[in-house]
């Protein structure tokens, strides 16, 4: 795939970048099939994904914001990223001239031999790292040994916050990596490129939206060999306890206005009156995060990045997620819980936007969904 503007194909997937060598993953599982909810509507819908690998590109530039690959005149995209030409984010300094593109972007003095590229759209937040950064370090592991020889290049903020920084420690030395910068290029004589193991699908798009043939699920054998590799590094001998209650809470607020709720401090009273022992995840270090989601029998939580880490969950565990009702097309923790065993719920709630408090979730609807949850299937 490729996208055109003027009269040559100036923004490219990697797929189509001239590359030096390339490879892929062992193909990935029949497609994942997760049941749905459009307007009201259940559906059932494949979610397969597309073949990921990696590709060795030649004297590129890169930065780590949106991550930018600079080609000679040409941009390339993710070879898992298909949102579309018009989603694609140029950014500040890049320009057309004529049938080429140009950029205004300062350079990193110096130039590196090579790097594995791990990075990927909106790499800082949580959700994104976990789920499309961390990930590719499976595809890494694939590499031919010869490659490896190269850094591991991150965005520098991976070096220097602890979280992420500890995540990375799961599969690499964190002592070995190299930061680069946010919005200056960085020239890099051979780069490997590392494929993410799900497309990119802007947040905004609702899954009835998306044109059929369009993959959005996960490669769902990467997804569950990086699962595996994470719990037995976290949770290697922990067994789950089914009376064990956890709650994720948010200390900061929903950022989303469709997610945000008044009357949380309630729903929390009223979990904690039911045997729930509230948690505030993004406090925790990585591999504590991992531990307490292995370890307990029952989660529930509002709409949120902390959901991610239920990907690592035990199999059979059962999970409630208060979500606001204009979410319910969303394919991301259905397919997770699909590929890892979890068994999730979801209690809707009806979004107040012209509330600035946000919306009131009945707590008498919430103590029932959490009395169904513990009592089980």
Same mark, same amino acid.
């Given at each position: 795939?490729?996208?055109?503007?003027?009269?040559?194909?100036?923004?490219?997937?990697?797929?189509?970048?001239?590359?030096?060598?390339?490879?892929?993953?062992?193909?990935?599982?029949?497609?994942?099939?997760?049941?749905?909810?459009?307007?009201?509507?259940?559906?059932?819908?494949?979610?397969?994904?597309?073949?990921?690998?990696?590709?060795?590109?030649?004297?590129?530039?890169?930065?780590?914001?949106?991550?930018?690959?600079?080609?000679?005149?040409?941009?390339?995209?993710?070879?898992?990223?298909?949102?579309?030409?018009?989603?694609?984010?140029?950014?500040?300094?890049?320009?057309?001239?004529?049938?080429?593109?140009?950029?205004?972007?300062?350079?990193?003095?110096?130039?590196?031999?090579?790097?594995?590229?791990?990075?990927?759209?909106?790499?800082?937040?949580?959700?994104?790292?976990?789920?499309?950064?961390?990930?590719?370090?499976?595809?890494?592991?694939?590499?031919?040994?010869?490659?490896?020889?190269?850094?591991?290049?991150?965005?520098?903020?991976?070096?220097?916050?602890?979280?992420?920084?500890?995540?990375?420690?799961?599969?690499?030395?964190?002592?070995?990596?190299?930061?680069?910068?946010?919005?200056?290029?960085?020239?890099?004589?051979?780069?490997?490129?590392?494929?993410?193991?799900?497309?990119?699908?802007?947040?905004?798009?609702?899954?009835?939206? @998306? /044109?059929?043939?369009?993959?959005?699920?996960?490669?769902?054998?990467?997804?569950? +060999? $990086? %699962? #595996? *590799?994470? &719990?037995?590094?976290?949770?290697?001998?922990?067994?789950?306890?089914?009376?064990?209650?956890?709650?994720?809470?948010?200390?900061?607020?929903?950022?989303?206005?469709?997610?945000?709720?008044?009357?949380?401090?309630?729903?929390?009273?009223?979990?904690?009156?039911?045997?729930?022992?509230?948690?505030?995840?993004?406090?925790?270090?990585?591999?504590?995060?991992?531990?307490?989601?292995?370890?307990?029998?029952?989660?529930?939580?509002?709409?949120?990045?902390?959901?991610?880490?239920?990907?690592?969950?035990?199999?059979?565990?059962?999970?409630?997620?208060?979500?606001?009702?204009?979410?319910?097309?969303?394919?991301?923790?259905?397919?997770?819980?699909?590929?890892?065993?979890?068994?999730?719920?979801?209690?809707?709630? @009806? /979004?107040?936007?012209?509330?600035?408090?946000?919306?009131?979730?009945?707590?008498? +609807? $919430? %103590? #029932? *969904?959490? &009395?169904?949850?513990?009592?089980?299937?």
């Amino acid at each position: 795939m490729s996208w055109d503007h003027g009269d040559g194909a100036l923004l490219c997937d990697i797929d189509e970048a001239p590359a030096r060598a390339r490879g892929t993953v062992e193909p990935d599982d029949p497609r994942v099939s997760v049941t749905l909810e459009v307007d009201g509507e259940r559906t059932e819908r494949e979610h397969g994904s597309a073949d990921i690998g990696w590709a060795v590109l030649e004297d590129a530039e890169v930065r780590a914001k949106e991550p930018m690959v600079w080609l000679h005149d040409r941009i390339a995209a993710d070879a898992t990223w298909r949102a579309g030409e018009d989603a694609f984010p140029l950014g500040p300094g890049i320009r057309r001239r004529g049938d080429r593109l140009h950029h205004d972007l300062d350079r990193v003095p110096g130039t590196l031999d090579g790097g594995r590229f791990l990075t990927s759209f909106h790499a800082a937040g949580w959700a994104h790292w976990v789920l499309d950064v961390l990930p590719r370090l499976v595809v890494d592991a694939e590499l031919p040994p010869d490659l490896h020889r190269h850094p591991l290049l991150v965005p520098k903020f991976a070096t220097q916050r602890p979280r992420y920084r500890e995540s990375l420690e799961t599969f690499v030395d964190p002592d070995a990596l190299v930061g680069l910068e946010h919005e200056r290029l960085t020239r890099v004589r051979e780069l490997v490129w590392l494929d993410g193991a799900r497309p990119f699908v802007h947040k905004d798009f609702r899954t009835a939206d @998306v /044109p059929e043939g369009v993959p959005l699920g996960f490669h769902a054998r990467t997804m569950a +060999r $990086f %699962r #595996e *590799a994470v &719990r037995a590094a976290h949770a290697v001998g922990i067994r789950p306890d089914p009376d064990r209650r956890i709650q994720l809470v948010r200390r900061d607020g929903a950022r989303n206005e469709a997610s945000r709720r008044h009357n949380d401090a309630e729903l929390e009273a009223v979990a904690r009156r039911e045997g729930f022992e509230a948690f505030v995840l993004e406090r925790l270090p990585f591999a504590e995060q991992v531990a307490l989601l292995a370890s307990a029998g029952c989660i529930v939580g509002p709409y949120g990045a902390a959901w991610t880490l239920s990907f690592f969950s035990a199999p059979g565990a059962r999970a409630l997620m208060v979500r606001p009702r204009s979410m319910v097309q969303r394919w991301l923790y259905p397919t997770l819980a699909r590929i890892s065993g979890l068994e999730l719920r979801a209690l809707e709630f @009806v /979004p107040q936007r012209s509330d600035p408090r946000g919306a009131r979730v009945d707590p008498e +609807r $919430f %103590r #029932e *969904a959490l &009395r169904d949850l513990i009592d089980g299937p």
